[in-house]
């Protein structure tokens, strides 16, 4: 297969590298030279995939047209934000059959809008969601992993299945899209809140109840635009909740130990050094909850907390003493 890989970034370069040592000729996009050199010169990509040696049929360039035309698949590995701007950028370039993937998981900020929306309403292509609990610094090593393709066109995601189907990538696909890409989102919101309880110095009960409250919110975001319940059981949405609370390799997790800290929301993000896409998701979500009218207790928190400098602690205790109820 010919595939484009739009953004050489950590997850970028891993599933490259995954593609590229299966006899696929991958080409990876950058806007930094020194990265494309590196990547075309030494095989690595130090600063995102260390320890790393991309194998195969892998080039690097700088140049969109060269990454994006006369591709089966068309990979775009940005954050969120960037969609829409990528999506107007390579258009131009697509072939009429190319799949275009995102691995994207945010909103759309200019609507608060899913991304899959956003890139339908750009480009003419089928559209795949790639998403799971997956990250980069795994995917790079070759550790098992799982993910989920989604679409309205189904014959498109399994072609996606496809094509990253193996002994360490196990590949599910799901037709509720809704579901699969608000499991994403939003689950980076809590994953946020996690490292934040860590950073507080609180223990595995605060985290417990979190992730399990954290849940509760995912499927009422989820059912208000029209999701599937069952899929937030799934990998996309506790698969995804578990891992990205958990790990030291989610940026999130790392960003919000940082705020609970004491350091505020920016410098916790230059700290990361990429973007941290719950601090994004928080913004969106509050203000989608605002005009729907969901209730989303720890989204409304962790809001207030980054955007309008609410205590941390005062925050919990609001949380704690909400009004009683049967769970």
């Known amino acids: 297969m010919r595939i484009g890989i739009i953004g050489a ?19 990876l996009w ?3 030279q020194e990265i494309v050199d590196e990547i075309n010169t030494l095989r690595t990509n130090a600063r995102y995939t260390p320890d790393c040696l991309l194998e195969g049929d892998i080039r690097a ?29 390579v258009r131009k370039f697509l072939d009429k059959e190319t799949i275009v993937i995102s691995i994207a998981k945010g909103l759309d900020p200019q609507t608060h809008g899913r991304l899959s929306v956003t890139m339908e309403e750009i480009i003419e292509n089928p559209v795949v969601i790639l998403s799971g609990p997956s990250h980069a610094e795994e995917v790079a090593k070759s550790m098992p992993t799982t993910l989920v393709a989604s679409s309205r066109n189904m014959a498109a995601a399994e072609k996606v299945q496809d094509l990253f189907f193996s002994d360490t990538i196990r590949v599910y696909t799901n037709d509720d899209l809704i579901g699969v890409e608000i499991g994403g989102a939003v689950k980076n919101i809590i994953a946020l809140a996690a490292g934040i309880l860590d950073g507080v110095g609180y223990g595995d009960n605060a985290k ?6 954290g849940m509760t919110e995912i499927i009422r975001a989820g059912e208000a635009v029209g999701a599937n319940r069952d899929t937030f059981y799934g990998l996309t949405g506790m698969g995804d909740l578990i891992v990205t609370c958990t790990s030291m ?5 790392r960003a919000g130990i940082l705020i609970g800290q004491g ?25 989608l909850k605002e005009m729907m009218g969901i209730e989303m207790p720890i989204t ?12 941390l602690k005062e925050a919990i205790k609001t949380l704690m003493l909400r009004d009683r109820k049967s769970e």
């Open 9 to 27: 970034g950590s997850f970028g370069t891993a599933l490259g590298f995954n593609l590229g040592k299966r006899d696929n000729q991958v080409v």
């Open 30 to 32: 950058d806007r930094k």
């Open 61 to 89: 360039t700088t140049d969109l047209h060269e990454a994006a035309s006369g591709k089966d698949f068309v990979l775009l590995a940005v954050p969120s934000h960037v969609v829409r701007e990528m999506c107007e950028k």
């Open 208 to 213: 417990a109840a979190l992730m399990t409250r």
């Open 249 to 253: 390799h989610s940026r999130n997790r």
């Open 263 to 287: 350091f505020t929301m920016d410098e916790a993000a230059e700290k990361i050094g990429m973007v941290v896409e719950g601090i994004k998701a928080t913004k969106a979500f509050y203000e």
């Open 300 to 311: 409304d928190q962790i809001y207030k907390v980054l955007f309008l400098g609410k205590d």
